[in-house]
């Protein structure tokens, strides 16, 4: 069948473009490198369950989330890294100086994000020349939200604030959230006294109010909005895509599969706009390789793993490429080498790290007025809420990270080692350690009567234990080139080691005043202490690559997503026609938030200029 235009990878960017181009009824090939992801859900299973119908109809490959919130849901998920097993969910990247986690599966990096959904600061954008404004992020809302997207009223869409132990559904009286301490006309505006709020989310309030007095820092709280469903009385079975009883069941496992299906992942909004589509292919576990300029079009070639037909090619005169940072990064250089394409010198440029870092405060104890803190990081959304501030001229946003159950014993007695080996902590001073504190016996040993721990929850365990996540402005000086054992897989380098940026002192001066005001240490992670050798980052949110600019000499797309035509004149803003840029390789630098909503606000104007008439 001849396409329309072909798009490479499901995630945010391509999921937009699939369902522009369907609305207005072309031809698409999808082609996915990964499998479909789904939560085992029997309640759902029971009421019908369409999405799985179509599934087994089209013989799609479906695999499905690691089940047991227990410490033995720790195997299933190491059997779902990409590393290990090519139809691997998460997809670990190791590189020299910092490590990237992106996804792989039908939905892209929707599959395993914590949700939160939310609108740089002006200023992150203006920062980096990224031309997004009210009515771009009005659209990308909708379109994240649904046509129900009024968080007030009763038909409530995707995007929810999840700060409190319990749904404060839309049956409660007035009475019931008074009696709980909570305003009714805004739940995240109760005393630290109240219990309502889940502890994760008060003790980062209450560690911002202390910390901004004492540095003289203006830092604002406020509830992250998810794109969560939560319990509402009054909703009917008026939903997009999930029964109405589905709604956020503070379970603590987000990244891993939210069991209720409360969490609103693209493989739901494919099944809903797209695959049903006669006119629509998809091919999962088919990883593209490259793509050659052929007249009027692209071939793309890639690997076919679904039908086995091994590498072959596919041309459209359309071609959207949503491989993420380090897919579409890697396609356009492999193309570029091969002079396959005539691509700007800028191509892996402005790899950013959208300033990611994560931390632990240790062993938090009593907030300043003597009252307990427990955090219990395994309960509720893994993101719940945020603190914004601007600090040394740069904007940081530190926000609160769950630790799911099923990595609870891993990471308490991981912690506990590192806090045992003491300062400056080596890989032989953790073995040491790890022999002292009867690691082997704790994990495979019984319960030793004598000592309460033994017997601890997975909640009890990270009770006192708060995971900072953390995102800010770099430079955005990495740069991705072809690399590894065969000189033809991404690499990630920098010219200057990247833990120098003054950035990452900020952060930590910030991340000690944090967990001191919670009352515990402060701890970073294994590989920013450089256990295993150089300072290391941990990047969930990788931009660039392919970053946005004015012509081909300092970009390797327009504003439009459009790929430059580097065979033109220096000056020139001639493009590749029906060629396109859709996904977070064209953010041109750090967004200090979460970027899923700019990356579907920056997909959106791409997609929609693409098919305007
Ligand atoms: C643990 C975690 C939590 C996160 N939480 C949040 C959050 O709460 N909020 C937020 O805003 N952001 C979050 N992010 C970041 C967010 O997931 C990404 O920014 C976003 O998914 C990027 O969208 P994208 O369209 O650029 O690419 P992706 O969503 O990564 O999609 C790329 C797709 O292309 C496919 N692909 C790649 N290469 C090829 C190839 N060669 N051939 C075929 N297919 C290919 C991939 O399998 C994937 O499906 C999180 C990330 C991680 C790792
Ligand atoms: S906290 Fe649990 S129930 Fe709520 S969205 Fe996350 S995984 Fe789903």
């Given at each position: 069948m001849p396409f329309d235009a072909i798009v490479v990878g499901t995630g945010f960017g391509g999921t937009i473009a699939a369902v522009q181009l369907v609305a207005q009824g072309k031809k698409v090939l999808l082609l996915e490198r990964g499998t479909f992801w789904r939560s085992f859900d029997p309640i759902a299973l029971n009421k019908g369950d369409p999405f799985g119908d179509w599934t087994a109809q089209n013989n799609m490959p479906v695999q499905y989330w690691?089940?047991?919130?227990?410490?033995?849901?720790l195997h299933d998920f190491l059997a779902a890294l990409r590393n290990l097993h090519?139809?691997?969910?998460y997809q670990y990247s190791l590189f020299h100086q910092a490590d990237v986690l992106t996804a792989s599966g039908v939905g892209g990096g929707s599959l395993i994000y914590s949700n939160v959904t939310i609108r740089p600061k002006d200023g992150a954008l203006q920062r980096i020349g990224l031309n997004l404004g009210d009515a771009e992020y009005a659209a990308a809302r909708l379109w994240m939200e649904g046509?129900?997207?009024?968080?007030?009223?009763?038909?409530?869409?995707?995007?929810?604030?999840?700060?409190?132990?319990i749904p404060m559904g839309k049956d409660m009286t007035e009475q019931d959230f008074v009696q709980f301490g909570v305003d009714p006309n805004d739940?995240?505006?109760?005393?630290?006294?109240?219990?309502?709020?889940?502890d994760r989310s008060r003790v980062l309030r209450a560690a911002a109010r202390d910390v901004s007095t004492k540095l003289g820092v203006k830092m604002d709280w406020a509830p992250l909005e998810l794109s969560i469903f939560e319990y509402d009385a009054?909703?009917?079975?008026?939903?997009d895509s999930v029964p109405?009883?589905?709604?956020?069941?503070?379970?603590?496992?987000c990244m891993l599969g939210c069991l209720p299906q409360a969490r609103h992942t693209l493989n739901k909004t494919l099944f809903k706009k797209?695959?049903?589509?006669?006119g629509v292919t998809l091919i999962p576990k088919a990883k593209v390789l490259q793509l050659e300029q052929k007249p009027g079009g692209y071939d793309v070639i890639f690997e076919d793993d679904f039908t086995g037909q091994g590498t072959r090619r596919e041309f459209a005169p359309a071609v959207f490429l949503a491989g993420g940072v380090l897919g579409t990064t890697e396609i356009l250089l492999r193309s570029a080498r091969e002079k396959r394409l005539p691509l700007?010198?800028?191509?892996?440029?402005?790899?950013?790290?959208?300033g990611d870092f994560g931390a632990f405060a240790y062993k938090t104890t009593n907030h300043a007025d003597g009252r307990p803190l427990p955090?219990?990081?395994?309960?509720?959304?893994i993101n719940t809420s945020h603190v914004t501030m601007n600090f040394n001229g740069r904007f940081i946003k530190i926000e609160d990270c769950a630790i799911p159950a099923m990595f609870a014993e891993f990471v308490s007695k991981g912690l506990e080692l590192m806090d045992d080996a003491g300062a400056s902590p080596n890989f032989f001073n953790l073995i040491q350690a790890a022999w002292q504190s009867n690691l082997l016996e704790n994990v495979?040993?019984?319960?030793?009567?004598?000592?309460?721990?033994?017997?601890?929850?997975e909640a009890e365990m990270l009770a006192d234990t708060f995971f900072f996540n953390v995102m800010s402005q770099d430079d955005a000086t990495g740069k991705l080139t072809l690399g590894g054992i065969d000189g033809n897989q991404i690499d990630l380098g920098w010219e200057?080691?990247?833990?120098?940026?003054t950035l990452w002192q900020d952060i930590e001066t910030l991340l000690r005043e944090f967990s001191s005001a919670m009352g515990g240490r402060y701890l970073a992670l294994p590989g920013w202490q450089g256990l295993l050798g150089n300072k290391k980052l941990v990047i969930t949110h990788p931009l660039g690559g392919c970053p946005i600019g004015g012509t081909h000499e300092n970009g390797v797309i327009d504003e439009f997503g459009q790929v430059f035509d580097?065979?033109?004149?220096?000056?020139s803003k001639a493009v590749l026609n029906g060629l396109y840029v859709v996904d977070?390789?064209?953010?041109?630098?750090?967004?200090a938030a979460n970027p899923s909503l700019t990356i579907a606000a920056q997909a959106l104007k791409s997609v929609t200029h693409a098919l305007a008439p």
């Open positions: 690691p089940r047991p919130d227990h410490r033995k849901g090519k139809e691997g969910l046509p129900h997207g009024d968080r007030k009223s009763a038909n409530r869409g995707w995007l929810n604030y999840v700060v409190t132990k739940p995240t505006k109760d005393t630290d006294g109240s219990y309502i709020l889940l009054h909703r009917g079975a008026d939903s109405a009883h589905t709604h956020c069941e503070r379970q603590g496992r797209v695959l049903q589509h006669p700007s010198a800028a191509l892996g440029s402005k790899f950013s790290t959208n955090v219990y990081s395994t309960r509720g959304p495979v040993g019984l319960p030793d009567t004598r000592d309460p721990k033994s017997f601890q929850t200057q080691p990247v833990a120098q940026q580097a065979s033109q004149a220096a000056d977070g390789s064209a953010i041109p630098g750090a967004l």
